[in-house]
Nanobody, 124 residues
């Protein structure tokens, strides 16, 4: 099973940028489609973005399309989320997970156990 550690969160003003990283352990990282999710206070966890093992397919939620970019470096077993033009509604704890993804609207996390996540706070 892949173990994941998220980092890169912080406090940023609206319109600013952050890059999140998700470091994976385990030799099978490159076999998985990887995804980012987020959970805001009082809300359910929601899908943000996903990328196939080759990087050839990418999926995004409507709320982040055009602002966020997901990428990966299989040699480093790391998945990234570049977040630009951040908005206060992007404030949440961000998590990564291996996923099964068929479209922007059909993404399922594979691991029941989530990491500690990384906090992103966007001030207005």
């Amino acid at each position: 099973q892949v173990q994941l550690v998220e980092s890169g969160g912080g406090l940023v003003q609206a319109g600013g940028s952050l890059r999140l990283s998700c470091a994976a352990s385990g030799r099978t990282f490159s076999r998985y489609t990887m995804g980012w999710f987020r959970q805001a206070p009082g809300k359910e966890r929601e899908f943000v973005a996903a990328i196939s093992w080759s990087g050839g397919s990418r999926f995004y939620s409507d709320s982040v399309k055009g602002r966020f970019t997901i990428s990966r470096d299989n040699a480093k077993s790391t998945t990234y989320l570049q977040m630009n033009n951040l908005k206060p509604e992007d404030t949440a704890v961000y998590y990564c997970n291996a996923v099964r993804a068929y479209s922007d609207y059909d993404v399922t996390a594979l691991n029941e156990n989530w990491g500690q996540g990384t906090q992103v706070t966007v001030s207005s």
